[in-house]
T-cell receptor, first 109, second 114 residues
Framework: GQNIDQPTEMTATEGAIVQINCTYQ??????LFWYQQHAGEAPTFLSY????GLEEKGRFSSFLSRSKGYSYLLLKELQMKDSASYLC??????????FGKGTTLSVSS | EAGVTQSPTHLIKTRGQQATLRCSPI?????VYWYQQALGLGLQFLLW???????NRGNFPPRFSGRQFPNYSSELNVNALELEDSALYLC?????????????FGPGTRLTVL
C-alpha cells in the first residue's frame, strides 16, 4: 500500500532553524514534493526531489533518501510569515500527488 | 501569466442537492486534478483529467464525478450532497504527463452543506 507520515505540529522562534520530517511508503515512486499552505489559502510549491540528496533554494532546503523512504524540509532564519502548514507529497508513477496531513508550524517572536 | 482559477469561491447547499464546481487551468496545462480538503484532514485526491479523459480517481463514491472540456477547463459534480462533503475543494493543473509533475493550485471553492 501507500502511506505518508509527518508530525502534526511544530513550534519554533524567529531566526531559528527547523526541520520537518516526512516518511513515506509506496511503489513506483516518482518524486517528493513540499508545499506551503497558509490558513485559508491554496498550497504553493516549495520544492521537488526525485534523486537522493539535498536541494537548496534560498532559506528552504529539501532532502530525500529513496532507500529510507524519508525526506525533510529545512527552514532557516525563520520569519513570522513562515507560520503555515507544510505538506509533504509523493508522486506515484505519474499519477496524482498523495499528500500527508501536513505539519502546522508556529513561529513566535 | 494567469494562475489556476476556480469558481465559485463559496457555495452553500443543503443535503441531497447537487453542487457543480469549476476550474480553469494555467494556459498550456492539459492535466487537471481535484482534491478535497476537509477540516483536520490532508488533501485527499479525487479525480485526475488529462486531454479530456479521466486518468485516475481516488477513493470516493461515484456521486463525485466530473469532466474536462476541449479547452482543458474542468467541472466537478457532487450529487446527493451529504453533510460530510463540506470541505475546501482544490483544483490543480500541470503540464500533463511530461515534466516534473509539479502541480499548481487554484484558490479553492469552499462548499458548505447544511
Amino acid at each position: 500500500g501507500q502511506n505518508i507520515d509527518q508530525p502534526t505540529e511544530m513550534t519554533a522562534t524567529e531566526g531559528a532553524i527547523v526541520q520537518i520530517n516526512c516518511t513515506y511508503q509506496t511503489s513506483g515512486f516518482n518524486g517528493l514534493f513540499w508545499y506551503q499552505q497558509h490558513a485559508g489559502e491554496a498550497p504553493t510549491f516549495l520544492s521537488y526531489n526525485v534523486l537522493d540528496g539535498l536541494e537548496e533554494k534560498g532559506r528552504f532546503s529539501s532532502f530525500l533518501s529513496r532507500s529510507k523512504g524519508y525526506s525533510y524540509l529545512l527552514l532557516k532564519e525563520l520569519q513570522m510569515k513562515d507560520s503555515a502548514s507544510y505538506l509533504c507529497a509523493f508522486n506515484q508513477a505519474g499519477t496524482a500527488l498523495i499528500f500527508g496531513k501536513g505539519t502546522t508550524l508556529s513561529v513566535s517572536s | 501569466e494567469a494562475g489556476v482559477t476556480q469558481s465559485p469561491t463559496h457555495l452553500i447547499k443543503t443535503r441531497g442537492q447537487q453542487a457543480t464546481l469549476r476550474c480553469s487551468p494555467i494556459s498550456g496545462h492539459t492535466s487537471v486534478y481535484w482534491y478535497q480538503q476537509a477540516l483536520g484532514l490532508g488533501l485527499q485526491f479525487l479525480l485526475w483529467y488529462d486531454e479530456g479523459e479521466e486518468r485516475n480517481r481516488g477513493n470516493f463514491p461515484p456521486r463525485f464525478s466530473g469532466r474536462q472540456f476541449p479547452n482543458y477547463s474542468s467541472e466537478l459534480n457532487v450529487n446527493a450532497l451529504e453533510l460530510e462533503d463540506s470541505a475546501l475543494y482544490l483544483c490543480a493543473s500541470s503540464p500533463g504527463l511530461a515534466g516534473r509533475h509539479e502541480q499548481f493550485f487554484g484558490p479553492g471553492t469552499r462548499l458548505t452543506v447544511l
